[in-house]
Each structure stands twice: as structure tokens, then as C-alpha cells.
């Protein structure tokens, strides 16, 4: 790519400099006046034709006068050659000379010595190109061709050295180029686009990135770098080398700035960088997070779930920002990280500001009504997709009713709810209502709406102490039956104080989990029975004083002999005889027990189990 040449100026004992701004002067008034483009476009678009009056011969006159005055002062000429310059470019829109006038300009020259050539070019170019603006015909173009000529010719033969002849030179090419009609230089074409043309009037073809005279600069020797295709400067993104650059729109030069750029007849824009470039994919600018479309480079103008540069899934708005927080997508709820910006996947996940949260599945979308996450069920709200927080009775997405407690968790057991009791079972978390039910060391009945009402009584307690009696024998081998007697026997159907303050049905002592009470109890001896205060375990209810006491007679040796042994009379035998009671009638008294209250049901309930 030619860059532009720029000509340079000396200044020798006789003032070439002048010669040369002269004659370039001159030479582009005669261009301006052949044509309406002040870019070097061809002479014949928009011919200039002025009209013949009188005052063309007063010009002409003033030219030959200039021609044949003496050489005065080198400021004196330029002042006059100024005057000319402009004169011609007045008269050149409404003045014309015909042929003859410049004709006698061009031979008034002849009588001028060698010592005085650059004044007679400046006058014979001046003739030359009043001649040319004083018609528009083909005579006329042929008459500023001749005179053109013969300013060079004169100059050529009067350059003695060779700062002289580089400026002839110049001059002929400045001259040549004007009056040929070639483009050259920075030309806005038909497109209203910026083309480069070279000095010989052609554009490059193809893609290319070069070093031309600025544009929009007007300081002297300024450049610029332009992308070109065809000879055309480029502008907005481009594609250049396999990457996307910005190229200014009003300067043409790539923009090195960190901005976002909207062109004109677009809603979305460009994310450039410092080095030019502009971005895609995953951006952050102005403290947020945008998406811009690897195809188009643009903004994404509407919302949707696109893969990042490094390969995750983002969601982005209808603005190009990442979403964020709960999100509706194609008929669903997904919840995206406030952090990662990722989808949120098999996690319970809290936004900011909020006490309660949302529950993603492994495909990301947001569960509601009664869900399992870490072992426990939850219930969030259908409507908002939250965990409930507050106590409800709720109906779950199969129908079904369950109560809630404030931490958003299924209740279970023995549940308050407006002013009364109700019971969900343990294992379906389903309100119970028939029966009876069995909860801590309470016995309730079960009405058909569900309410609970505590039955006290002998019956009460044997249906506390049932479900542990029969896990002892699961558990330790010890007949239900005994341990249900001996339960009522020493805590006189758990009436008793050490039973009331300490659950312990069986007056075992020592301490459980370091809990312990002390009591006044009566011991037996060979003088008969006795009082002493001694520490009993203490127990939170009536199940853990049951399975300590499995866990009691499983641990002592001296009771092997009547683990997992089926007759009840026996094993109340080798209690005595073991030593578990000093009372000698100890074994009579719990088979009455037993026989009265129908226990032995129990010990073939625990063998069916």
C-alpha cells in the first residue's frame, strides 16, 4: 500500500519553496475548478463551467504584469502569487477567458530570464489555469494539459541542482494528477464509504491492515492504521487474523478502550478491551456479569441458557446479564448461585437476605410440597418454592395431609394444633385416627378426627410399657412377661416416687448417662427390713428404664441362667434364686402379676415377632 506522498520543500538561493507551494496551489485551483470533489475524484463528475464576462481580461492582465515584473523580494512574489491564488479561485465560479488569454500569458513568459524562472512558472501556471477555468469544453482541457507542460518544460530546464530538479519533479506529478483526473488519497466514494486510492488512481484488492495518512488527524505527516477491504476502510467489528477487533466508526482506527459500544440502527452493542478486541462469551463490565454471542459478538438481546467459554451453563436475561436467585425457564423454576452464577443442583440453597431456601433436584429444577434431603422430609410451599416456615397442616402433592413444624420439617408423634392433640405415625408421617397410641410415657385413644385423649389408669400403663418389654426379649432374651411384672411390682404401677421423678420402674441404682436420684428405700436383712438412702439411676422415660434393665440381667453373669428361657415361672425363680431380690416371696408375687393381668399374651407376641 503506497502511502501518500508529502512533498518536501527547499530552499535554495532562489527560493524553489515558493516554486513549488505556487504551483501546487495553482495546480489544485485548476482541479477545483474541473471538478466538485475536493478528494481527487475524476474531472469529469460535476464539470465547472463558468461564464464569459468582462472581467477576464483584467485578470489576464494582472498575470502578464506579474510575469514581467522585475524579481524584487521573495516576499513580494509570494504576496502577488497569494493574490493570484486566490483571484483564480473567485473568478473560477464567475469569470471565463477564452483560449487566446492564456495563449498570451503562456508566451509573455518567454522574455523572462533564467534568473527570474520561478516567478515566470508561478505566472504561466496562474495563465494556464485561468485558461482551463474559463471553459469547460475539450479545447479547454486540452489548452491546461499544453500549459501544464510548458510550466514543468520551464522548470525543468531551469533547475541547476538537484533540490531543484526534486521539486520539478514534484511539481510534475502534483500537476500530472490534477489534470489527469485520477483518485488519490482518502476519497468518499457513491456508498458515502472512506477509500484508499494509490497515486496511480487504483484501490488494493483483498483484506488488509496498513499505515495510511490519518483520516481525521489534519497535523502535519500524521498516520493512521486502517483495516481495508477492497481499497474501503473498515468499521465496528470486524474480523481480522481469526479475531474480532473494533475499528472506531468515526476515526476508521481501532479503538483501544475499555467500553461498550452501540452502533447506530442497533439496540444491543460490542464489549471491546484496551488491545481492541472484542469480546465474547462471559463478560464482566461495570460490576456485572454479560453475555455476548460468540456468532455475532453482540449483547444477547433475549433470555437463555447458553454454555460458557469454560463450558458451564449460565442463564441470561432479556439485558444480557446473568441471572441469578429463582428462575422461570420453558415451564419450570431453576435456581442459579448468587456466588458461581451455575445451576444449583441436589442442594438446598438459601439466597441472601432470606431465612429459608429452595430445594434443587439433580436436574436443577425447584422442588416443592413434601420433599426428602438429608434424611429428613420437608415441605416447601407450591407457591413459592420456599421451605415453609412457620407450623401448618398441609396437603402434600399425593393428597395427602401432614403437619409442619416451624423448622419445615414433617411432624411426627404427638402433635399440638389448635388447642388440641393429635398423632402422626412415626413411619408414614399420616395423621392417625383410630385406636390408641403409646407416646414418651403417655397413653392416648384416638377419635376419627384425629384427636387424642390421655387415658390414665393400670391399662394406661401396661400400654406404655408393653412395646419395650417385648423389645427386651428381641433384644436381651428377657421374657416379657417377668419384665412386666416386675415393672408393676416395684413401681406400683409406676406410681411410685423414684417411677414419677425418675422413671425407674425398677429401683436399679447407681446413675444413667451420670443422672441419678437418691431415695429413701427399704432394704430386708436377718432382723427384718430397714430404711437407707441410696442413689437410683434416673432415666428421661419408661422405654430407657425397660431396656437397662434387658441390659442389666444381659451384662450380669449370675442371670445367664434364664435368658431366653419361655417359661415365666421359671425364669421368676432363678430370679430369686440368683439374687436379684432379697424378698423371699419375690417369684410368687410377680407370677400372680403375670397370671392377673393376662401378660403371658405378650411373651407369644414377642415369639411371633
Known sequence: MEVRKRFKLYKSGKKWCVVAITTAATVLGVATATTANAQADSVSENPVVASASAQSTSSSSQQVMLATASESSVTDVASATSANVTNSASVASQVSADNETASSALNSTSVVSAENVEVSAVATVEAASSAVVSSGSAASTSTSVQAVSSVSNAVSSSATTSQEADSASAIREVASVATSGKKSGWVTNASGQKAYYNSNGTTDTGREYVQLPSLTDTTKGATGWYLLQDGVAQKGAQEWYGSEWYFDPSTYQLLKENTYRVENGQKVGYLVNSNGNVLSGVQKWMGTYYYFDPSTYLLLDHQDYVKSQWGDYYMVGSNGALMTGLVNWQGSKYYFNQSSYLLAKNTYSVPNGQKVGYLSGSDGKVLSGVQRWMGTYYYFDPSTNLLLDHQDYVKSQWRYYYMVGSNGALMTGVVSWQGSLYYFDPSSYLLKTSGSVVSGNSAYSVASDGKLTL???????????????????????????????????????????????????????????????????????????????????????????????????????????????????????????????????????????????????????????
Do not use: C
Request: proline share 2%; no cysteine; aromatic share 18%.
Open 455 to 609: 387415658l390414665t389408669g393400670n391399662q394406661a400403663f401396661l400400654m406404655i410399657i408393653k412395646q419395650a418389654a417385648i423389645d427386651g426379649w428381641k433384644k436381651y432374651g428377657v421374657l416379657p412377661s417377668v419384665t412386666a411384672a416386675q415393672a408393676i411390682l416395684e413401681s406400683g404401677w409406676g406410681k411410685s416416687t423414684l417411677a414419677t421423678e425418675a422413671y425407674n420402674l425398677f429401683g436399679i441404682k447407681g446413675s444413667y448417662n451420670g443422672q441419678s436420684v437418691t431415695m429413701l428405700t427399704a432394704e430386708y436383712g436377718s432382723s427384718g427390713y430397714y430404711y437407707i438412702y441410696d442413689q437410683f439411676r434416673k432415666y428421661p422415660s419408661y422405654y430407657q428404664s425397660i431396656e437397662d434393665h434387658g441390659y442389666f440381667l444381659a451384662s450380669n453373669s449370675r442371670y445367664s441362667n434364664l435368658l431366653w428361657n419361655r417359661n415365666y415361672s421359671t425364669v421368676t425363680y432363678l430370679l430369686h434364686e440368683d439374687g436379684y431380690a432379697t424378698d423371699p416371696n419375690y417369684a410368687s408375687s410377680l407370677n400372680s402379676v403375670i397370671t392377673a393381668n393376662g401378660l403371658t399374651s405378650w411373651d407369644y407376641e414377642a415369639f411371633n415377632s
